[in-house]
C-alpha cells in the first residue's frame, strides 16, 4: 500500500499586532475611577479659590467640613465631577491619542506634535465639557454660601435643567474662554507632560515598562499640570460659581486679583490642587495604562482571530 504523506497542517500564527489607537472611552474611564480619590480634595480646592479671605489649611477646611456636614459633604457635587469626566476627559484622551496616531502612526510622535494634538484635544475637551463643568463648581462650592443663596441642585442632570429654566442656557457656556484655555493648558500639561517624562523614563535613565514608571512620570507630570494650570483655574472658579458674571475678560480679571490681592493669590490652593491633581492624575494614567494592557494582551488579538476566521 502506497502512503500518501500529507502536509502537516499547521496553523500559521496571527499577524503582527499594529499600533492602533486605544479605545475612545478608556481615558475617560480611567478619568472616573480617579474622580472618587480625588473628588474631596477637588471641593476643598474650588471652596479655596473662591475665598476673599486667606484660606486655613486644607487638612483642617476638610475636618471642618466633615465635622459640620459630614462625610456625604465631601462627596456633594459627585455626579457632576463624574459627568464632567465623562465628557471633558474621554474627548481629551480620546482625540489626543486619535490625533497622534494620524500625525505619527506607529512611529514615535515628536514634541512639537505632541503640542499640536494635545492643543487640538484640549480645545475642544474644554468646549464639550463646558456645561458639566459649570454644574460641577457650583455644586461643590454651594456648601459654602449662606443657606438663603444656596442653589441645591439635586444632581448633575438636575443642575442643568434648573439652569436653562431659572437663568438661561447660555449660563451653561460661562466661562467657556477660560475653561477651554484651562483645559488646553491641562491636556499639554498632562498629557504631553506624560509621554515626554515617560520616553526620558524608558530611553535615557533605562527604566521598564511598570508600575514604578508609570507612578513617577504620572506625579511629575501631575506637579507640572497644577502648576501650569494655576492661574486659569482660580479665574475660571470665580466665574463659574458667581451668581453674575460681569463680562470681563478672564486676563483682566488675573490683572485685578494680582492689584487687590496679590500676585499669591492666582496660585491660591496650589498646595490642595496638587493634593487633588497629583492622585488624580497618578490614579487615571495607571489604569489607563492597565486598560491598554489589558485590550492589548486579550481584546485586540481575540479580534483579530475573529477576523481571521
Given at each position: 500500500?502506497?502512503?500518501?504523506?500529507?502536509?502537516?497542517?499547521?496553523?500559521?500564527?496571527?499577524?503582527?499586532?499594529?499600533?492602533?489607537?486605544?479605545?475612545?472611552?478608556?481615558?475617560?474611564?480611567?478619568?472616573?475611577?480617579?474622580?472618587?480619590?480625588?473628588?474631596?480634595?477637588?471641593?476643598?480646592?474650588?471652596?479655596?479659590?473662591?475665598?476673599?479671605?486667606?484660606?486655613?489649611?486644607?487638612?483642617?477646611?476638610?475636618?471642618?467640613?466633615?465635622?459640620?456636614?459630614?462625610?456625604?459633604?465631601?462627596?456633594?457635587?459627585?455626579?457632576?465631577?463624574?459627568?464632567?469626566?465623562?465628557?471633558?476627559?474621554?474627548?481629551?484622551?480620546?482625540?489626543?491619542?486619535?490625533?497622534?496616531?494620524?500625525?505619527?502612526?506607529?512611529?514615535?510622535?515628536?514634541?512639537?506634535?505632541?503640542?499640536?494634538?494635545?492643543?487640538?484635544?484640549?480645545?475642544?475637551?474644554?468646549a464639550f465639557g463646558n456645561p458639566s463643568d459649570v454644574v460641577n463648581v457650583r455644586m461643590q462650592n454651594d456648601?459654602?454660601?449662606?443657606?438663603?443663596?444656596?442653589?441645591?441642585?439635586?444632581?448633575?442632570?438636575?443642575?442643568?435643567?434648573?439652569?436653562?429654566?431659572?437663568?438661561?442656557?447660555?449660563?451653561?457656556?460661562?466661562?467657556?474662554?477660560?475653561?477651554?484655555?484651562?483645559?488646553?493648558?491641562?491636556?499639554?500639561?498632562?498629557?504631553?507632560?506624560?509621554?515626554?517624562?515617560?520616553?526620558?523614563?524608558?530611553?535615557?535613565?533605562g527604566w521598564k515598562e511598570g508600575l514604578p514608571t508609570h507612578f513617577a512620570t504620572s506625579l511629575l507630570a501631575?506637579?507640572?499640570?497644577?502648576?501650569?494650570?494655576?492661574?486659569?483655574?482660580?479665574?475660571?472658579?470665580?466665574?463659574?460659581?458667581?451668581?453674575?458674571?460681569?463680562?470681563?475678560?478672564?486676563?483682566?480679571?488675573?490683572?485685578?486679583?494680582?492689584?487687590?490681592?496679590?500676585?499669591?493669590?492666582?496660585?491660591?490652593?496650589?498646595?490642595?490642587?496638587?493634593?487633588?491633581?497629583?492622585?488624580?492624575?497618578?490614579?487615571?494614567?495607571?489604569?489607563?495604562?492597565?486598560?491598554?494592557?489589558?485590550?492589548?494582551?486579550?481584546?485586540?488579538?481575540?479580534?483579530?482571530?475573529?477576523?481571521?476566521?
Open positions: 500500500m502506497s502512503k500518501h504523506t500529507t502536509p502537516s497542517q499547521t496553523t500559521a500564527p496571527p499577524p503582527p499586532l499594529a499600533a492602533a489607537p486605544q479605545p475612545f472611552w478608556f481615558g475617560g474611564a480611567a478619568s472616573c475611577v480617579a474622580t472618587f480619590v480625588s473628588h474631596p480634595f477637588d471641593l476643598t480646592k474650588v471652596q479655596y479659590a473662591t475665598r476673599s479671605l486667606r484660606p486655613t489649611r486644607m487638612v483642617k477646611t476638610m475636618w471642618t467640613i466633615y465635622h459640620t456636614e459630614g462625610v456625604r459633604a465631601l462627596y456633594s457635587g459627585l455626579s457632576a465631577s463624574l459627568l464632567r469626566q465623562g465628557t471633558y476627559s474621554t474627548i481629551r484622551f480620546g482625540l489626543y491619542d486619535r490625533f497622534k496616531w494620524m500625525v505619527a502612526g506607529d512611529k514615535k510622535p515628536t514634541f512639537s506634535q505632541l503640542l499640536i494634538c494635545s492643543t487640538a484635544a484640549g480645545i475642544l475637551g474644554g456648601g459654602q454660601l449662606p443657606p438663603a443663596e444656596r442653589r441645591n441642585y439635586r444632581n448633575a442632570i438636575d443642575g442643568m435643567i434648573r439652569i436653562c429654566r431659572e437663568e438661561s442656557p447660555r449660563v451653561l457656556l460661562r466661562g467657556l474662554g477660560s475653561s477651554t484655555n484651562r483645559a488646553v493648558l491641562m491636556t499639554v500639561s498632562q498629557m504631553a507632560s506624560y509621554d515626554v517624562f515617560k520616553d526620558l523614563f524608558l530611553g535615557k535613565l501631575g506637579l507640572v499640570a497644577t502648576t501650569v494650570c494655576a492661574p486659569l483655574d482660580v479665574v475660571k472658579t470665580r466665574i463659574m460659581s458667581a451668581h453674575a458674571h460681569d463680562g470681563k475678560h478672564p486676563l483682566r480679571i488675573m490683572l485685578h486679583m494680582v492689584k487687590t490681592e496679590g500676585f499669591g493669590s492666582l496660585f491660591r490652593g496650589w498646595m490642595p490642587a496638587f493634593v487633588r491633581l497629583g492622585p488624580h492624575t497618578i490614579v487615571t494614567f495607571m489604569v489607563l495604562e492597565r486598560m491598554r494592557e489589558w485590550h492589548t494582551q486579550w481584546i485586540r488579538p481575540a479580534n483579530q482571530t475573529l477576523e481571521t476566521l
